[in-house]
């Protein structure tokens, strides 16, 4: 799963470190903003309504074992619909050097549009309840349909991820290149932080993912790797406030509670583990969208 806004940016721009940071990285132009548009756009699919749980929650119905009496109607849109929407609107950026993202965003929009049409005519099915004067004839007969539909952008999604992961990998550590080759170790810390809190997250890249020992082994690697680097990024952050005085003080008070977000994202990795419940998992990536946001608040803060 790919999750969060990349470099730290929000609104086209960069966050920038106490001596100068990601504003000088060159955060703000054409391809960043288009690949912060589409990975809101993917966050909207990931999250606790999107293509993913959607797709759980209907398959979960098991409708060619359902009687009619049993029905409880299982068709909703979630937020795939505002997905889709996203994403029109992130493909509608200049493509600058991202022409692939833009076809694997071609794919997933025709295969979100297969799955919104089907739902459409099979949602008023469901909720005028004529599948009591059928028998349940046409649920069973789309069922079948309909789930072809949601597999097909299931992995149109994660290709989109794929090609979208790639753009984004290379240039969050060319950027860590540089706040490292610089000594702006608070930037550096959180924007390390932010990509190893990713990882943890895409590990799971489909709900099956979320009960498979190898991956949550993985995943408990990048997690011992995060925290190490929570460590870290609070020692700078004390650093900091110690060296800015006067009107140059900068509250790094987001800084903190993007730090106490990645520590509840780990608090809810943890729940998940023990319990095996999508839902811990979900509280988890709410928690790490959380820590994005409090990062990308600190554009505000200090102007940049």
């Known amino acids: ?105 071609d794919k997933l929009l025709t295969a979100l549009n297969a799955v919104l049409a089907r739902q459409d005519g099979l949602k008023v099915y469901y909720e005028s309840k004529a599948y009591k004067d059928d028998g349940l004839a046409r649920g069973r007969r789309e069922d079948p349909l309909l789930i072809a539909d949601y597999k097909t952008a299931m992995a149109a999604m994660t290709g989109f991820e794929t090609v979208l992961q790639q753009h984004r990998s290379a240039r969050t550590d060319r950027e860590l290149a540089i706040l490292k080759s610089r000594g702006d170790m608070l930037a550096y810390d959180t924007k390390l932080s932010i990509k190893q809190a990713r990882a943890v997250i895409d590990t799971f890249k489909k709900p099956e993912d979320l009960h498979n020992p190898a991956l949550i082994a993985r995943a408990d690697g990048e997690v011992a790797q995060l925290e190490h680097t929570l460590v870290d990024q609070r020692a700078e952050i004390a650093k900091a406030k110690q060296r800015e005085t006067g009107t140059q003080q900068f509250s790094y008070s987001q800084y903190g509670s993007a730090n106490d977000s990645l520590n509840q994202m780990l608090g809810y990795y943890r729940d998940f583990k023990h319990s095996g419940q999508p839902t811990d998992y979900s509280n988890a990536i709410g928690a790490f969208n959380s820590a994005v946001g409090d990062v990308n608040s600190v554009v505000s803060v200090r102007g940049g």
């Not at 940071?21 to 703000?28: D, K, S």
């Not at 391809?31 to 756009?41: F, G, I, S």
């Not at 993917?42 to 409708?63: H, P, S, V, W």
């Open 1 to 105: 799963m790919l999750i969060g806004v990349g470099g730290l940016a929000g609104c086209g721009k960069a966050v920038q470190g106490p001596t100068g940071g990601m504003a000088a990285l060159g955060g703000g132009n054409g391809e960043q903003a288009k690949l912060n548009a589409y990975t809101t756009a993917d966050n909207t699919l990931l999250g606790g309504y999107g293509l993913t749980e959607e797709y759980r929650q209907y398959a979960k119905e098991d409708i060619p074992n359902k009687k009619p009496d049993d029905i409880y109607v299982p068709i909703s849109d979630g937020w795939m619909d505002q997905a889709r929407g996203e994403l029109k609107s992130a493909r509608g950026l200049p493509a600058g050097s991202l022409p692939d993202v833009d076809t694997a965003a």
